[in-house]
């Protein structure tokens, strides 16, 4: 296929199938108009999975799917003629027709020979990719090249796969320039028996703020790993999959320390891309709260939730910008929301002690102020803005952002490129300790997380 001309039209179906769920994500862009966004659509597979010995990926399991899927886009998107295989229609207009379909299908995901098989039998105009370690290498060294970032940090976090990856510049001296370096760390479970037996491992009541019994736990714990809901607000579930990511971010970080130490902490900028079905159960705070406290992190970075498969699914596309073959994006709709992160030092204790005072400025929204107190794991939300949000700050009593010991900081929310929906400042005293026991923890995380 030629490279697409910058301000053509043009429209590209994506699917991820990935920890028993389909991601679908049909981008459309028209430049001259300037339009663009990305329709976006969920199959949860976990209710086959007792299923999957059967024949259930077949043609009409395909059929069924993408004819469900032209009804969720209300866009045409194949021929579907009963004497041939299911055809692509080209790409027309808006609403109808694609330049193309690809399907990529994580390495780890069950009965992947299955579904390659029966995707490659439905029709032979699908593209078929596979997600490895080295196609998320490529995704991560192409968006550092095309963003500001020094350093990117994507931690998958599932139930049986907790992945982390890294991709940073490094000045090589042998060529006298930069170059990137690339690192991984893995815990895979090989089964589900596998990871309900990991909470008796003895570190998971360390982290733990229920108070309930080892057979309470255990019973809670496996009816949820055995169903894989996909909300939940019973703060038994919510507390006990917080322990267990925050043990797999801890094995990860004591066996690979070398591959995560520093990040956050350079002259440049940093950026974590978080990614999983974990995230999507703990929400925002309490899974930034897992990360830093098992990954030991530190510094100054911003967070991107990519919990729809988006930066993983047309990753690879924003980074060869106009040399893609598939679709042109620009970081929009890939890179367009984020959440900055701080954790300076702080030997501050005392309660209720300001360590921060910051400003919120926009034209509209006028000028307000804000404050993070010590010992607190502070989340603060943004209000709406379709302006320039103005954010400055200054750290306060001692605390300062490390390595260069920083007092202040600003930094804009500019909603058409890199808007700001949130800011996280942990003032926490270092080391964070947990325990002695789990009535301890549940004081500790109340005086946190407010």
Not at 32 to 37: I, L, V
Not at 145 to 164: A, G, I, K, N, P
Not at 283 to 295: A, N, Y
Not at 370 to 394: I, N, R
Request: net charge negative.
């Amino acid at each position: 296929m030629k490279n697409l001309s910058l301000l053509e039209k043009n429209a590209y179906l994506s699917i991820i199938i990935k920890d028993n769920g389909i991601w679908a994500h049909l981008a459309y862009t028209d430049f001259n108009a300037g339009r663009e966004y990305i329709l976006s659509d969920f199959t949860d597979l976990t209710p086959l999975r007792y299923r999957l010995d059967d024949d259930v990926f077949n043609r009409k399991f395909w059929q069924e799917y993408f004819l469900n899927l032209e009804g969720v886009f209300d866009w045409r998107l194949l021929n579907k003629s009963k004497d041939s295989p299911f055809i692509s229609i080209d790409f027309k207009r808006e609403g109808e027709g694609v330049s193309g379909i690809r399907m990529q299908i994580d390495d780890n995901q069950r009965f992947f020979d299955k579904i390659f098989a029966s995707i490659r039998e439905f029709s032979k105009d699908i593209a078929l990719r596979v997600i490895d370690d080295l196609y998320v290498q490529k995704v991560l060294e192409g968006v550092l090249q095309r963003t500001e970032y020094d350093d990117l940090l994507y931690v998958d976090m599932d139930l049986l796969d907790f992945s982390v990856f890294r991709a940073r510049k490094v000045y090589d001296r042998k060529n006298n320039g930069e170059s990137v370096v690339f690192s991984k760390a893995k815990i895979n479970w090989k089964d589900e028996l596998s990871v309900i037996d990991s909470i008796m491992d003895s570190r998971f009541k360390a982290f733990l703020a229920t108070e309930l019994s080892t057979k309470e736990i255990l019973n809670y714990w496996s009816n949820f790993v055995s169903n894989r809901v996909l909300f939940s607000e019973d703060p038994n579930i919510i507390d006990i999959l917080r322990s267990y990511s925050t043990i797999q971010g801890h094995s990860i970080h004591r066996d690979n320390a070398e591959k995560i130490d520093n990040f956050g902490l350079s002259k440049g900028e940093s950026a974590l891309i978080v990614s999983g079905y974990i995230p999507r159960i703990l929400q925002e705070s309490k899974t930034l709260l897992c990360l830093i406290d098992g990954l030991e992190l530190n510094g100054n970075f911003d967070c991107y939730w990519d919990l729809d498969m988006k930066i993983l699914c047309y990753g690879r596309s924003f980074s060869e910008g106009t040399n893609a073959v598939d679709i042109i994006l620009t970081r929009k709709e890939l890179l367009s929301l984020a959440s900055k992160v701080l954790i300076p030092y702080t030997n501050v204790d005392k309660k209720n002690k300001v360590v921060f005072s910051g400003t919120l400025e926009s034209l509209s929204g006028g000028k307000s102020e804000f404050f993070a107190l010590s010992s607190e794991f502070a989340h603060l939300q943004f209000p709406q803005h379709t302006e320039k949000l103005v954010v400055e700050g200054e750290f306060k009593n001692g605390t300062y952002l490390q390595p260069s010991n920083q007092k202040s900081i600003g930094f804009v929310s500019k909603p058409e490129t890199k808007k700001y929906d949130s800011l996280l400042i942990d003032a926490r005293v270092r080391p964070i300790i947990y325990g002695p026991d789990s009535y301890a923890n549940k004081l500790k995380l109340q005086k946190w997380i407010k």
